[in-house]
């Protein structure tokens, strides 16, 4: 298991700092947002420390969404996000990957966002998928 000495996470993984606990198993954590967006806001977070998603080995991975779907079950809520950034323009404040499960009980609670979509067009859509082929 990778950690980082100085991440905040890590340190709630080594029970370093503390935190309201939900559900854990051998690759996950999943605690209480301190700075919620709604009742429930919880997060999910590999025990493998990396900064970002495409940095977790692929072992690694194996309950994230797992249990998500057990935090978002156990709350109750039948409208909810599921967020994961990466990066500082993406919004990502802690440098290790991570899973918010954001129930949304109203328009006014939760995620708010503005989505804003570019036009685009077939041609440019087969010229990009022909790009990354190489998934």
Same mark, same amino acid.
């Given at each position: 298991?990778?950690? /980082?000495?100085?991440?905040? !996470?890590?340190?709630? #993984? %080594?029970?370093? #700092? $503390?935190? %309201?606990?939900? !559900? ?6 999943? !605690?209480? *947002? #301190? ?5 429930? &806001?919880?997060?999910?977070? $590999? %025990?493998? +420390?990396?900064?970002?998603? +495409?940095?977790?080995? *692929? ?7 797992? @249990? ?15 967020l994961q ?5 993406? &919004?990502?404040?802690?440098? &290790?990957?991570?899973? &918010?499960?954001? $129930?949304? $009980? ?5 995620? @708010?966002m503005d989505?804003? @979509?570019?036009?685009? /067009? /077939?041609? %440019? ?11």
């Amino acid at each position: 298991m990778a950690s /980082n000495a100085a991440c905040i !996470f890590c340190r709630i #993984i %080594k029970r370093e #700092i $503390p935190a %309201k606990v939900l !559900f854990e198993t051998e690759h996950s954590l999943a !605690f209480l *947002d #301190i700075g919620p967006l709604s009742e429930g &806001h919880t997060v999910v977070i $590999p %025990k493998y +420390h990396a900064q970002f998603l +495409h940095e977790l080995p *692929d072992s690694e991975m194996v309950d994230l969404l797992p @249990t998500a779907k057990k935090v978002a079950q156990a709350i109750g809520c039948k409208d909810y996000n599921i967020l994961q950034n990466n990066g500082r323009i993406a &919004h990502q404040a802690v440098d &290790h990957v991570h899973f &918010h499960v954001i $129930p949304k $009980p109203s328009e006014d609670e939760g995620l @708010t966002m503005d989505w804003k @979509t570019k036009e685009t /067009n /077939n041609e %440019k859509l087969e010229a990009l998928r022909k790009t990354y082929l190489k998934l």
